[in-house]
Each structure stands twice: as C-alpha cells, then as structure tokens.
T-cell receptor
C-alpha cells in the first residue's frame, strides 16, 4: 500500500515568512509524529498525535511552531516568521499505537 | 532526561566483514528500542524493533540485542555489503509515553 507522503519535498523561503508542511500518513495509522533533522544532527522530536487525544507538543522549540491534524489523518506543521536556524529536514512518521514508525521522505526547508 | 548515544559516529569497513554498531541510553525505563537505516536524502527505514521485554531480534543478516539494565543495544551486521552503506539510527521510546529519542547515528561505508 501507499507509504507516508510529505509535501513539498523542498521549500526555500525568506526569513520572516510563514511556511506550511504537509504529511499524509498511512491509512489506518492513528499515531503521527513530526521530527526535525538538522545538518549532521540526529532526529529531534517535535510533536505527536494519537487519535482524538490531545497532542504531545513537548518537543516544539518555540511558539512559532504549531501543528494540527484534521480528521485524524492529514497533518500540517506550520512555522511562523521563519528564522535561518529553522533550516532542516522535517520528517513525518505514522504508526499503529506503540508499533513501528514508518517515515515519509521529508521536506527540506531552507530559510534564506 | 533520556539521552541516546551511538558509537562510533562513522565506520568504514571492507566488504564481507562482520560489524557491530553500539547504542547506549541513560534511562532504562523504555517501552521499546528501534534501529533504523537512513540513506542520503531519504527518510528512515525501520530495520528491527525490540520490545522492552525482549533480548534480541533478527532479520536476515541483521541481529539487534537489548540489555535494559546496562542501557545498551547493539546492531550486528553479518557479511557486510556495499549496499549496507547508510546511516544507522537507534531510537528509544520511553515507557508510559510516546516521545521517541534518537541517537545521532553511525555513518557506515562498506568498500567493495
């Protein structure tokens, strides 16, 4: 079946602009994760959604970052007033609860 | 606070060699531990998932072990091939939560 998809695959923006990153999880997966991977760094947890429960937002680095998940499926990660340090690869993963996470190809964000 | 460390950071071996990648974590209260592979410019692919009650998992030429009490896991790759060249990431999911903490990875290069 189809895997996790993310769009856009690449995004170049100017400092101060807002960006939206989209994740389409695997059908039937109720858990959805967002991570950030900066150059040469490991993955940094950002936010976790599970069904209709309140999301775990403990990894969001600042209030410029927010995410929502509509209808328990598609998720959007929004970064407001982007800064150069936001440049990274943003990865989305989905899973059945507490099972193996399946990752999308990521969105490469470059803030100029 | 859970910290995950992977040693070595990089490894270069000749084809056919058996090798071991190491992962250590500071908090033994984990739900599971997962090994992933990441190819350049790509997302992550799950290799092996070990539940906290398990000691090891095997898939083909890969074997992963888990020693919770000492906070260690190893990924053993037998008869390495050039196609094994990638970055290998270790990830720990804490008990009673959803947050997954990743190590910085080991970059493996297998020479033909």
């Amino acid at each position: 079946g189809a895997g996790v998809s993310q769009s856009p695959s690449n995004k170049v923006t100017e400092k101060g602009k807002d960006v939206e990153l989209r994740c389409d999880p695997i059908s039937g997966h109720t858990a959805l994760y967002w991570y950030r991977q900066s150059l040469g760094q490991g993955l940094e947890f950002l936010i976790y959604f599970q069904g209709n429960s309140a999301p775990d937002k403990s990894g969001l680095p600042s209030d410029r970052f927010s995410a929502e998940r509509t209808g328990g499926s598609v998720s959007t990660l929004t970064i407001q007033r982007t800064q150069q340090e936001d440049s990274a690869v943003y990865l989305c993963a989905s899973s059945r609860p507490m099972e193996t996470q399946y990752f999308g190809p990521g969105t490469r964000l470059l803030v100029l | 606070k859970q910290e995950v460390t992977q040693i070595p950071a990089a490894l270069s071996v000749p084809e056919g060699e058996n090798l071991v990648l190491n992962c250590s974590f500071t908090d033994s209260a984990i739900y599971n531990l997962q090994w992933f592979r990441q190819d350049p410019g790509k997302g992550l692919t799950s290799l092996l998932l070990i539940q906290s009650s398990q000691r090891e998992q095997t898939s083909g030429r890969l074997n992963a072990s888990l020693d919770k009490s000492s906070g260690r896991s190893t990924l053993y790759i037998a008869a390495s091939q050039p196609g094994d060249s990638a970055t290998y990431l270790c990830a720990v999911k804490r008990a009673g939560g959803f947050k997954t903490i990743f190590g910085a990875g080991t970059r493996l290069f297998v020479k033909a």
